[in-house]
């Protein structure tokens, strides 16, 4: 009996630990990003403060703290994946892109489409474009050994270079300058939340959140079910964690790691139809905006689990959001601001994750 | 003389301007991911140098004060990298990604809020940048037939760190093959425990590894920010550490076929730049955009192993831990 009492303990020191590291490591990154504000001149507790408010100060804000927040969970997912199968997919941006390029193709098409059936093509057809672009790089990696890594990060190049040919050149609308396709008809937009809440009789403030969000937090109960309900899901993070235990345990690496890739990018494409059917309502020149890689800070702090991974979604969230309306207040601070905080959390909460482990779990202790 | 070698000339000035840079970043990574260190980071470590080499020399007027603050500059990022991965035991991969990012960032933010001028930083004077060199004897030799007007036109001409740049092929390859320390760094990239054994500190020499891939980068960065370009611009690396990042790769970690590779990516950016526009047999105009991805294209085709193999140092990206 004491031997289980003890085990208990340990189990929720552990647990407690697992939850003030990441806020630990989370106010270390900020306070690194208050040095920077310092350098630019201006006061970080303002600047934090208004950073908050801008990101939850009003229903609208918080309508596009979670409508910055759906496209993380997406992104967040597809890295953590990967990250399970002990592959680092940084192509999130390149597939969520691809994903942007066939519900564009989709929506142009499907004139008088009942909404319902285009929004249930778009989601096979983001899914499947976004798994397309992972299965290349994904297949090298399993078949020829060359790192995912690196082809991934190509193949966002190359996504980046195709795309910018196709609207220049091939999807434009007619008679414009700017590189984006027509808008698309009314009946294939994926409804806001705002417009929903309207119908049942509810008024809440003006926001692109849009149902996207709910298929999100879908995606992330079936990643959960995916990971560690079915066996498959168990393969893949056997795979992870010892190649050669699961090789021993007849899993097939090469298989496994395309199956992961594919989920993964699938995820990736998936959150294109956040931006592109939810909001913008045509193809725009980069309209990812940096999802793919804000996903692997995601889904660093969020310790590749769902639901880290739906709180860290909503914490970037809140930064771009909010970083935005900084930009706006303090103008020698840019957009790129919230870059530079992405950074400092993946670098703290990722590559120096162990650094204040130990000092945090002795503070626990005592 | 003729078009046709002019043009040959133009050709082959191009692709070692654009080696340059590749050249100098690849050899940093040589020796960082030759001691066990994955150095994804390359592109940060330019980034960080190209900005504070072009700040510098700006407000200084000098292009040595330039070059000394952006080697600096990589250095201390590559430092940071060195904290993360070999002190903390973090993932080298994700480590270098954030460097990435965070440069990324940081670079724009502060060059918007110090310069004014849209995240760019001004634009550089003739002494504040590195301007061509006539190499001793090139207009006198110019004129001796065959040799003569291949000195002038191509070897002659460039800047002062593109000269670096081909030196420093021979010295790492002699630092790395010939000296004490050389032997260490690649025996801590293939068996850290045995190195360790021996009583050679695994961690100081990593360190070093990372010192002198900060030291290269720096070189590679400033080069783009003060002598191809006079000013930084956002983001001006443009996937450059990548590239080198897969030269490095395909040329299998060895410096020479390593330069090959860089040459190779080099070559095909500028045979791109020259087909812009050109009508061609059988495709006829290619779109802009499409023949700009041809060295992505190209790295993924190589890396695919359809020309060789790429064996890695045995060690690399596992953090040693001494109780292991």
């Given at each position: 009996?004491?031997?289980?009492?003890?085990?208990?303990?340990?189990?929720?020191?552990?647990?407690?630990?697992?939850?003030?590291?990441?806020?630990?490591?989370?106010?270390?990154?900020?306070?690194?990003?208050?040095?920077?504000?310092?350098?630019?001149?201006?006061?970080?507790?303002?600047?934090?403060?208004?950073?908050?408010?801008?990101?939850?100060?009003?229903?609208?804000?918080?309508?596009?703290?979670?409508?910055?927040?759906?496209?993380?969970?997406?992104?967040?997912?597809?890295?953590?994946?990967?990250?399970?199968?002990?592959?680092?997919?940084?192509?999130?941006?390149?597939?969520?892109?691809?994903?942007?390029?066939?519900?564009?193709?989709?929506?142009?098409?499907?004139?008088?489409?009942?909404?319902?059936?285009?929004?249930?093509?778009?989601?096979?057809?983001?899914?499947?474009a976004?798994?397309?672009?992972?299965?290349?790089?994904?297949?090298?990696?399993?078949?020829?050994?060359?790192?995912?890594?690196?082809?991934?990060?190509?193949?966002?190049?190359?996504?980046?270079?195709?795309?910018?040919?196709?609207?220049?050149?091939?999807?434009?609308?007619?008679?414009?300058?700017?590189?984006?396709?027509?808008?698309?008809?009314?009946?294939?937009?994926?409804?806001?939340?705002?417009?929903?809440?309207?119908?049942?009789?509810?008024?809440?403030?003006?926001?692109?959140?849009?149902?996207?969000?709910?298929?999100?937090?879908?995606?992330?109960?079936?990643?959960?079910?995916?990971?560690?309900?079915?066996?498959?899901?168990?393969?893949l993070?056997?795979?992870?964690?010892?190649?050669?235990a699961?090789?021993?345990?007849?899993?097939?690496?090469?298989?496994?790691?395309?199956?992961?890739?594919?989920?993964s990018?699938?995820?990736?494409?998936?959150?294109?139809?956040?931006?592109?059917?939810?909001v913008?309502?045509?193809?725009?020149?980069?309209f990812?905006?940096?999802?793919?890689?804000?996903?692997?800070?995601?889904?660093?702090?969020?310790?590749?689990?769902?639901?880290?991974?739906?709180?860290?979604?909503?914490?970037?969230?809140?930064?771009?959001?909010?970083?935005?309306?900084?930009?706006?207040?303090?103008?020698?601070?840019?957009?790129?601001?919230?870059?530079?905080?992405?950074?400092?959390?993946?670098?703290?909460?990722?590559?120096?994750?162990?650094?204040?482990?130990?000092?945090?779990?002795a503070?626990?202790?005592? | 003389?003729?078009?046709?070698f002019?043009?040959?000339?133009?050709?082959?000035?191009?692709?070692?301007?654009?080696?340059?840079?590749?050249?100098?970043?690849?050899?940093?990574?040589?020796?960082?991911?030759?001691?066990?260190?994955?150095?994804?980071?390359?592109?940060?470590?330019?980034?960080?140098?190209?900005f504070?080499?072009?700040?510098?020399?700006?407000?200084?007027?000098?292009?040595?004060?330039?070059?000394?603050?952006?080697?600096?500059?990589?250095v201390?990022?590559?430092?940071?990298?060195?904290?993360?991965?070999?002190?903390?035991?973090?993932?080298?991969?994700?480590?270098?990604?954030?460097?990435?990012?965070?440069?990324?960032?940081?670079?724009?933010?502060?060059?918007?809020?110090?310069?004014?001028?849209?995240?760019?930083?001004?634009?550089?004077?003739?002494?504040?940048?590195?301007?061509?060199?006539?190499?001793?004897?090139?207009?006198?030799?110019?004129?001796?037939?065959?040799?003569?007007?291949?000195?002038?036109?191509?070897?002659?001409?460039?800047?002062?760190?593109?000269?670096?740049?081909?030196?420093a092929?021979?010295?790492?390859?002699?630092?790395?093959?010939?000296?004490?320390?050389?032997?260490?760094?690649?025996?801590?990239?293939?068996?850290?425990?045995?190195?360790?054994?021996?009583?050679?500190?695994?961690?100081?020499?990593?360190?070093?590894?990372?010192?002198?891939?900060?030291?290269?980068?720096?070189?590679?960065?400033?080069?783009?920010?003060?002598?191809?370009?006079?000013?930084?611009?956002?983001?001006?690396?443009?996937?450059?550490?990548?590239?080198?990042?897969?030269?490095?790769?395909?040329?299998?970690?060895?410096?020479?076929?390593?330069?090959g590779?860089?040459?190779?990516?080099?070559?095909?950016?500028a045979?791109?730049?020259?087909?812009?526009?050109?009508?061609?047999?059988?495709?006829?105009?290619?779109?802009?955009q499409?023949?700009?991805?041809?060295?992505y294209?190209?790295?993924?085709l190589l890396?695919?192993?359809?020309?060789?193999?790429?064996?890695?140092?045995?060690?690399?990206?596992?953090?040693?831990?001494?109780?292991?």
């Open positions: 009996m004491a031997a289980t009492g003890a085990a208990a303990l340990r189990f929720s020191r552990g647990s407690a630990a697992a939850v003030v590291l990441p806020l630990v490591n989370l106010g270390v990154a900020l306070v690194l990003s208050a040095g920077v504000v310092l350098a630019v001149g201006e006061n970080p507790g303002r600047a934090l403060w208004l950073l908050a408010s801008g990101a939850f100060g009003s229903a609208e804000a918080v309508g596009y703290t979670l409508y910055y927040a759906t496209s993380f969970v997406f992104t967040g997912l597809a890295v953590a994946v990967a990250f399970h199968a002990g592959l680092f997919n940084i192509g999130a941006e390149g597939q969520a892109y691809l994903g942007g390029l066939a519900v564009a193709l989709l929506c142009l098409g499907a004139h008088g489409w009942p909404t319902t059936l285009v929004v249930a093509a778009a989601v096979v057809v983001a899914a499947a976004g798994a397309a672009w992972a299965f290349v790089p994904a297949w090298l990696q399993a078949r020829r050994g060359s790192h995912v890594v690196i082809t991934t990060i190509m193949f966002n190049f190359i996504a980046a270079a195709l795309m910018t040919h196709l609207l220049v050149n091939v999807l434009i609308k007619p008679g414009q300058q700017s590189p984006e396709t027509r808008e698309f008809a009314p009946s294939t937009w994926l409804p806001q939340l705002h417009e929903v809440a309207r119908a049942l009789g509810w008024e809440i403030g003006r926001s692109p959140v849009n149902l996207s969000l709910l298929l999100a937090l879908a995606a992330g109960a079936l990643v959960w079910l995916y990971l560690w309900r079915t066996r498959w899901g168990y393969e993070r056997a795979l992870g964690h010892n190649r050669t699961a090789v021993y345990g007849r899993i097939r690496p090469g298989r496994t790691i395309i199956v992961a890739m594919s989920i990018g699938a995820l990736a494409g998936l959150m294109s139809l956040n931006e592109v059917m939810g913008q309502h045509r193809l725009l020149l980069n990812t905006g940096g999802a793919g890689y804000v996903g692997i800070a995601v889904a660093l702090m969020g310790r590749n689990h769902p639901v880290g991974i739906v709180l860290a979604a909503g914490l970037f969230g809140a930064l771009y959001q909010g970083g935005s309306e900084l930009s706006f207040d303090m103008p020698a601070l840019t957009r790129d601001m919230v870059v530079v905080i992405q950074g400092l959390i993946i670098l703290v909460c990722g590559a120096l994750e162990h650094a204040l482990r130990g000092p945090v779990e503070l626990l202790r005592s | 003389m003729s078009d046709a002019l043009f040959a000339a133009l050709l082959t000035a191009a692709t070692a301007r654009g080696a340059t840079p590749l050249v100098l970043a690849a050899l940093g990574g040589l020796f960082a991911e030759r001691a066990g260190v994955v150095d994804i980071g390359l592109e940060g470590k330019m980034l960080a140098s190209a504070a080499a072009a700040a510098s020399a700006a407000i200084t007027g000098s292009a040595w004060i330039g070059l000394g603050a952006g080697i600096a500059a990589a201390m990022v590559s430092l940071l990298h060195a904290f993360a991965c070999i002190t903390h035991h973090g993932n080298q991969v994700v480590s270098g990604m954030a460097l990435n990012i965070t440069l990324s960032g940081l670079t724009a933010v502060l060059g918007y809020a110090w310069f004014h001028e849209g995240s760019q930083t001004p634009l550089l004077g003739p002494g504040a940048r590195f301007g061509p060199i006539a190499l001793p004897g090139a207009t006198a030799l110019g004129n001796v037939p065959a040799l003569g007007p291949i000195y002038r036109e191509i070897v002659s001409g460039h800047n002062v760190l593109v000269y670096i740049a081909a030196a092929v021979p010295v790492v390859a002699w630092i790395v093959y010939r000296t004490r320390f050389g032997l260490r760094l690649r025996a801590v990239g293939e068996s850290p425990g045995a190195v360790d054994t021996a009583g050679v500190s695994v961690a100081s020499t990593r360190y070093k590894a990372l010192v002198l891939s900060g030291v290269l980068c720096g070189l590679s960065g400033a080069y783009l920010s003060i002598a191809h370009h006079a000013s930084f611009i956002r983001d001006m690396s443009a996937g450059k550490g990548y590239l080198a990042l897969a030269a490095l790769i395909f040329g299998q970690w060895r410096p020479v076929p390593t330069l590779a860089c040459l190779l990516f080099a070559f095909a950016d045979v791109q730049a020259r087909l812009q526009g050109t009508e061609l047999p059988l495709v006829g105009v290619m779109p802009v499409l023949v700009q991805a041809l060295p294209v190209l790295t993924v890396l695919a192993g359809f020309v060789g193999r790429a064996v890695a140092p045995a060690a690399i990206g596992l953090p040693y831990v001494k109780e292991r």
